[in-house]
């Protein structure tokens, strides 16, 4: 995963916490927000999940980064912490993740992007199939969100073209 660590000590170097720690029941990763940090669960670091590869680590990586992101712009408070507030989190870490992938893609690593483009391909067609498994109700409405937005038709079109 030698790739995968060039992206996490870019994203250090630029001022982001991020740290790795074993969480067996847990996904990939997540904000610690009031930390304000990226935790990276271990188990998958070290290839445990081997349904889940580095190309989809370094996406997590700007997913977490992006609802880091969000969370800065739009502070977390009990008053506002809703689904609403929950679902555009989603959004805009989906959205985030796919600007910073499409950056690296255009500058010559387009893997990252093309399994986050073959994740979410499958995810919003389980989503529309109505047999998406284990989400929630925010990540449903943010993927749908996603699907329809310009830059993910973007980065298909930018997928397809390298073909």
């Known amino acids: 995963m030698r790739k995968l660590y060039k992206y996490i000590e870019k994203e250090r170097n630029y001022g982001y916490e991020i740290h790795e720690i074993y969480l ?7 904000v610690n927000y009031e930390r304000e940090c990226i935790i990276l669960n271990t188990m998958y670091l070290n290839g445990e999940r ?7 680590l ?8 992006g609802h880091l992101e969000y969370f800065r ?12 507030f929950r679902i555009k989190s989603e959004y805009y870490a989906f959205y985030y993740s796919l ?12 893997e990252p992007l093309i399994a986050s483009i073959n994740w979410l391909k499958e995810r919003i067609r ?6 998406l498994e284990d989400e929630t109700l925010t990540h449903c409405k943010a993927l749908e969100m996603i699907s329809e ?3 993910y038709q973007k980065c298909l079109n930018y997928i397809n073209s390298l073909n």
């Open 24 to 30: 067996p029941n847990e996904g990939p990763g997540f």
């Open 58 to 65: 370094i996406d997590v990586i700007y997913h977490e980064l």
């Open 73 to 84: 712009m739009n502070p977390i408070s009990k008053d506002h912490f809703n689904e609403d």
């Open 126 to 131: 389980k989503l529309l199939a109505n047999s």
């Open 50 to 56: 081997e349904d889940f590869g580095e190309e989809n």
């Open 99 to 110: 600007e910073k992938l499409f950056e690296i893609a255009i500058n010559g690593d387009a």
């Open 149 to 151: 937005c310009d830059l």
